[in-house]
Structures are given as C-alpha cells and as structure tokens.
C-alpha cells in the first residue's frame, strides 16, 4: 500500500541522515521494515531478502558470512543491510572472489566484538562498502 511504501521510504531518508550527520556510525531510527534474519549456523550467504534488515550471527564458533559476487547473487546496487554479531564466536565479513570491500578485492573484516554491527553497502556492481564495528579489512 501507498502508506507503507512512504514509510519504507521515510526510514532509509532517516537512515541516510543519520550515517552522514554521525559520519558513518551504525544507527538504529525506529523500526526496520524487513526485520531480522536470525543465522546460527557458522557461514551464511547475503540474499535479496536481506536487503533493509538485520542480519544476526549467533554461534559460539567462528562464523562466516559471505558477500556474494554480482554473477551469483545480482543483489541491486544500492543494497543495505546490517550485520550483527549475536554469539560468542567471532563473525567474520567476508566478500566472495570479485567482490570488493573497502578498497580490498575478496576483502572481509571481523566484526569487532560480541553485540557489536556493521552496515553493508553495495556501491557499484561488485563493490561494497563496510562501515561501523570492524577491524581492518584485509
């Protein structure tokens, strides 16, 4: 309906707002429209159902969660979705072959701590952005 498409969109003009006035820190405004995909197994793979929500990673071992290459999963550039990581096993955001992040190809950072996110942002068609609670991207 007309009302919850304006509210879709009221949220991510929110959003945006607040990643350029607090210079890019995870910020939460209101209620996601997409809700959570709980993940607790130990690699997942973003899928377009993803985008707008909030992915959880909640397992006690290292996790994985892969950033998938434009040719396998063609996720609409300008996708946005946050990851957090939930349990004590550390999670890890990894970009698949081809898949740029932060500058790096193939590049993927650790989440930084336990209950702590990240944004993803598809830039261009196989480049990607991480922004929020992570360690270097390598």
Same mark, same amino acid.
């Given at each position: 309906d007309v009302i919850g498409v304006a509210?879709?969109?009221?949220?991510?003009?929110r959003q945006l707002i607040a990643l350029v006035v607090l210079g890019g820190d995870q910020v939460h405004i209101g209620t996601r429209q997409h809700g959570i995909n709980a993940q607790t197994g130990t690699a997942y793979t973003l899928a377009a159902t993803d985008g707008g929500a909030e992915v959880t990673m909640s397992n &006690?071992?290292?996790n994985t969660l892969t950033i998938p290459?434009? !040719? %396998?999963?063609a996720l609409p550039v300008g996708f946005i979705c946050s990851v957090t990581m939930l349990g004590a096993g550390v999670t890890t955001v990894d970009g698949a072959t081809g898949?740029?992040?932060?500058?790096?190809?193939?590049?993927?950072?650790?989440?930084? &701590?336990?209950y702590r996110s990240v944004t993803?942002?598809?830039? !261009? %068609?196989?480049?990607w952005v991480m922004q929020g609670a992570h360690g270097a991207v390598a």
């Open positions: 509210d879709f969109w009221l949220e991510r003009i &006690a071992a290292a290459a434009n !040719a %396998t999963v898949v740029t992040v932060n500058g790096v190809s193939g590049g993927g950072a650790a989440i930084s &701590a336990q993803l942002k598809k830039i !261009a %068609t196989d480049t």
